[in-house]
C-alpha cells in the first residue's frame, strides 16, 4: 500500500495520489473501528471471564 503512495509521488500524479491517501485513511479507518470492537470485547470478557472468549480475541487480533 505504502509502495503505491511513494509510486504516486514520484509519478507526480496528483489524482492518483489523492485516491491513494483515500485509501490509506479508509484503511484507518476501519483499523481503528476493530481495535473498538477488540476493546468493546475486552471489557465484556472483564464483565464475564472465560478462556473461550480470551481464545477468540487472540485470534481476532
Known sequence: MFGLM???LMCGQGGLHYIMM???IQQHVNLS???LM???LLNDVEKNPGPVLYDKIYIVY
Open 6 to 8: 511513494i509510486l504516486g
Open 33 to 35: 473501528q476493530r481495535m
Open 38 to 40: 477488540l476493546l468493546n
Open 22 to 24: 483515500q485509501l490509506c
